[in-house]
């Protein structure tokens, strides 16, 4: 049998004065041993339920008496609205049958008591419990507003025919550097797991011009913020014959369409989490200033941050830098120094690479690093000597120049990342159902 009612619907109003089965989950619970009160819980809502002994008989009072927080149950009875009642409806129920019971004797873990009381912290106790902490309110809803943030980036990419496309996650290369890089024993040999999705896309490049994926990718990050996990979901895109403006054009029009679709769709979990939905709004509808990365670090100097010419942003300064922007800004031009082979050298002054990060404002920093890719083989080639790395990863990707080259770009899009800054989530684990990070892999 497949749901059909949603208390969602209920709360809408779709269904008052009428008789209709609820399927669900108990939230609270409470009353005499004449009437109990049920709150019940589903996907999309929650409602009361005024449970009489009269109306449903002893024996299933009884039961429905002793079923604890998170019992599953179906429960059948009318619709009345009711202005005084949560969400302006309730059910006068006329029958219910428990489907999943919980035992007495370990009753649902999470509690305010038990999360105060917990030997770690808080934190930790929920991270511990993470697989039934899904269930409150607060997670659900930011799994669903999750859920449309790759649904928006899906469409985007798709409505401008963008070929999905799917790369190994095993490699035997880095794309970010050695010292991130996950080491997997495999037959006897050493491979890692990939840090992106873009040198097998730039393979793929000369035969399908415009594609994207989301996929995970995995970063050994040993420093914690809150904005790095070990693996996460990079949605990436590369486009054959752009430039680094046009690469930029689609990174502000893929997170503003993410805000856009957000607000649409999920303002009412965004307010239940206390965003502030007029920023979406504006992160929605205002373009997207780009300042070089040089007038980046004199306003850091000026601001009296301990920051050289050369040095790549890390966390801490991108954050001074992003406190008090308005809407997320690009910054591009970036020092070849602080950049792998692959970030194609500015033609008009070698000393820059023609790249670009999206960096997010309220002291959020960095939600996208993309730009133009080192096309000509010759180039390529230099570059891989400069920095000393080894061309025998790399031969296929070498190949990709050897055969055609042409100029082509393309950014690489922290969806957790978005996911936490747009929804306000004070640590990127929060919007992701279960976190990895340098000390935890489970549950
Ligand atoms: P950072 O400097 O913050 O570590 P990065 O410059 O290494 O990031 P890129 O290699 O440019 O990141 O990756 C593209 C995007 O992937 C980043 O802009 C970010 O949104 C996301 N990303 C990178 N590393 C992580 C991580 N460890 N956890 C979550 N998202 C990440
Ligand atoms: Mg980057």
């Given at each position: ?250 990174g502000?029009?893929?997170v ?100 670009h990060d999206l ?7 960095e939600i996208i690093g993309g ?40 950014f690489g899009l ?30």
């Amino acid at each position: 049998m497949v749901k059909t009612i949603f208390i969602g619907d209920v709360q809408a109003g779709k269904y008052d004065g009428q008789e209709v089965e609820l399927m669900g989950w108990v939230k609270r619970s409470r009353g005499s041993n004449k009437i109990r009160f049920v709150v019940l819980r589903d996907s999309t809502g929650v409602i009361q339920c005024v449970v009489k002994k009269d109306a449903i008989g002893d024996e299933s009072f009884e039961q429905v008496k002793g079923a604890l927080i998170e019992s599953s149950i179906k429960i059948t009875g009318m619709i009345n609205a009711d202005e005084r009642a949560d969400g302006g409806h309730e059910m006068v129920a006329t029958s219910i049958v428990i489907v999943g019971s919980v035992n007495p004797e370990h009753p649902f873990p999470i509690t305010e008591s038990a999360m105060k009381a917990a030997d770690g912290g808080e934190t930790e106790f929920l991270l511990d419990n993470r697989h039934l902490y899904l269930r409150t309110s607060r997670m659900t809803a930011m799994l669903q507003m999750r859920s449309t943030v790759f649904g928006a980036i899906h469409n985007y990419f798709r409505d401008l025919d963008f070929t999905e496309y799917q790369a190994p996650n095993f490699v035997a290369g880095a794309v970010e550097g050695g010292s991130t890089l996950f080491e997997v024993p495999y037959f006897g040999k050493k491979v890692y797991l990939t840090q992106s999705w873009q040198l097998y896309a730039e393979a793929a490049m000369p035969a399908l011009e415009r594609l994207y994926t989301i996929a995970p990718s995995f970063r050994a990050e040993k420093s914690r913020t809150r904005r790095h996990l070990t693996e996460f979901w990079h949605a990436e895109m590369e486009v054959a014959w752009a430039t680094n403006d046009e690469i930029m054009s689609h990174g502000e029009g893929v997170v503003r369409k993410i805000a856009g679709d957000l607000l649409e769709n999920r303002s009412t979990e965004l307010e239940s989490i206390g965003r502030d939905l007029e920023l979406v709004a504006r992160y929605a509808d205002s373009p997207y200033p780009r300042m070089r990365y040089d007038e980046a670090i004199e306003t850091l100097q000026g601001m009296g941050v301990d920051v050289e010419w050369g040095q790549d942003l890390d966390y801490s300064k991108e954050k001074v830098l992003t406190q008090d922007f308005d809407v997320p800004h690009f910054l591009t031009h970036y020092p070849k120094i602080a950049k792998p082979f692959y970030h194609r050298v500015d033609p008009d002054e070698d000393k820059y690479v023609l790249c670009h990060d999206l960096l997010a404002p309220e002291g959020y920093g960095e939600i996208i690093g993309g730009g133009e890719r080192t096309w000509s083989e010759a180039e390529l080639l230099a570059r891989l000597d400069e920095e000393g790395t080894d061309k025998a990863a790399y031969q296929f990707y070498i190949d990709t120049r050897s055969y055609g080259g042409v100029p082509h770009g393309g950014f690489g899009l922290g969806v957790d990342r978005v996911c936490s800054w747009l929804t306000g989530a004070d640590h990127i684990r929060e919007v992701i159902p279960f976190p990895r990070d340098s000390r935890r892999v489970s549950p």
